[in-house]
């Protein structure tokens, strides 16, 4: 520990005189990270969007040190649906455009890297067509069981489609994102899952169209299509504030209540429900004020362990260690080494509850415009790995050396 402190206290202090918040070293010059993640029983994971595809240094870096990836937008319904090729769908199912993820998950197989798949069903941003009559907003909202049809016959083309496609890369998939409500006006009440109703003012039409137990539905309809693939995918709910107390007691309810949803021949409940995904956006949204507090790496492990408890697996599935301040590098890098101590040390011989740590905000984003500001606010813009321009950070150092000698900065 003594080592990494002088170390970083003299980092921090020509970054003071040169006016920049880390030195330059090279993703080449370290061992891949993931490799010295995998004694610990947990992948390591990074997100991609499209236009990084032409970003030849990120993609190096994710090549490299990386062994899952995330699409951030790719494999979404609002990103997949074709509302002119669903209108012309013979069988009235939806129809998809699956060009540019397959570009994405296309180079994720050729490194030999793990896809998670995000997400089936999410009511943000969602198509509204998708619930109306010809699959036009003009026309009335179709009946729910013609809903429900076009629901499960989304999930089972998309899950099909890159099994074919692609066998084996995509590993899992997140089958619902962020259905839980935070505030007591955004689900009904006497509903312990607290299956949000609206969202921003918005109504939350899967639950308005698709019925109350759209999300257990929707669980069922992707472990169906696993079966049915012959397919080892794993299936996760993922949501945002995971770790904290607000979301974790609504979130085992969903767990109960995913896996008591349907049974099997002989009138055992259907195991749905694989894992929980926490989203993990660790600190203030948009201010300093409370990042870089150590209370919360107690709060993700008393988490992570507690969804464990109910039989689950638990990744993290878009982990911003969040730092607004500049000054701060020296704290953010050993943070960053503590919260991965952590990992290590709740992964145990006898027990592995966390099996995936994906990070979001993979690179810094110093100065905050039009196009990045709703980046600069969740990722944050000193809270990288990586430099904006794909440079390895301290922090990236102190994650590798906690990984390596098996502690903590030792």
Not at 59 to 74: D, I, W
Not at 323 to 351: C, P, V, W
Not at 383 to 398: V, Y
Request: charged residues 20%; hydrophobic residues 40%.
């Amino acid at each position: 520990m003594k080592r990494v402190l002088v170390f970083l206290l003299a980092l921090t202090l020509l970054a003071a005189c040169a006016g920049a918040e880390e030195i330059a070293m090279e993703s080449e010059d370290f061992d891949s990270l993931y490799t010295l993640c995998e004694p610990y029983g947990f992948k390591l994971g990074a997100c991609l969007s499209y236009n990084q595809l032409t970003d030849r240094a990120y993609l190096g870096v994710l090549s490299r040190h990386f062994n899952s990836m995330t699409c951030t937008n790719e494999t979404k319904a609002y990103s997949l649906l074709d509302q002119a090729a669903s209108r012309r769908s013979e069988d009235g199912m939806p129809r998809m455009n699956y060009s540019n993820a397959d570009r994405m998950i296309s180079w994720a197989q050729q490194k030999g890297i793990g896809v998670r798949g995000h997400v089936l069903v999410w009511d943000a941003y969602m198509t509204s067509w998708f619930f109306h009559e010809d699959y036009l907003d003009s026309k009335p909202i179709a009946s729910q069981e013609v809903v429900r049809a076009r629901l499960k016959s989304y999930i089972e083309q998309v899950m099909t489609h890159f099994e074919t496609e692609f066998p084996g890369v995509i590993y899992c998939w997140d089958v619902v994102n962020e259905a839980i409500g935070d505030n007591s006006g955004e689900y009904e009440a006497g509903d312990p899952r607290c299956i949000r109703t609206v969202r921003s003012g918005s109504s939350n039409m899967f639950k308005d169209y698709a019925g109350d137990d759209y999300v257990e539905y929707a669980f069922l309809c992707a472990r169906d299509t696993a079966e049915s693939l012959g397919a080892d995918i794993k299936l996760f709910y993922n949501d945002y504030n995971m770790f904290m107390d607000s979301k974790i007691k609504p979130a085992c309810e969903l767990i109960k209540s995913i896996n008591s949803y349907a049974v099997d021949e002989d009138g055992s409940f259907r195991t749905l429900i694989d894992g929980i995904g926490m989203q993990g956006y660790i600190g203030g949204y948009g201010v300093q004020s409370g990042c870089l507090n150590e209370a919360d790496i107690a709060r993700i492990e008393n988490a992570i362990l507690t969804y464990a408890s109910y039989g689950v697996e638990v990744q993290l599935t878009e982990m911003a260690v969040r730092n607004y301040d500049q000054t701060r590098a020296a704290e953010h890098a050993l943070f960053y080494g503590k919260l991965f101590d952590m990992f290590m040390r709740i992964n145990t011989e006898d027990s592995a509850p966390l099996t995936a740590v994906t990070i979001w905000g993979m690179n810094d984003i110093p100065v905050m415009n039009n196009w990045n500001q709703y980046s600069w606010k969740l990722n944050s813009p000193f809270g990288g790995l990586l430099t904006e321009k794909n440079k390895l950070k301290t922090s990236f150092e102190e994650v590798y050396y906690t990984l390596l000698n098996g502690e903590g900065g030792e």
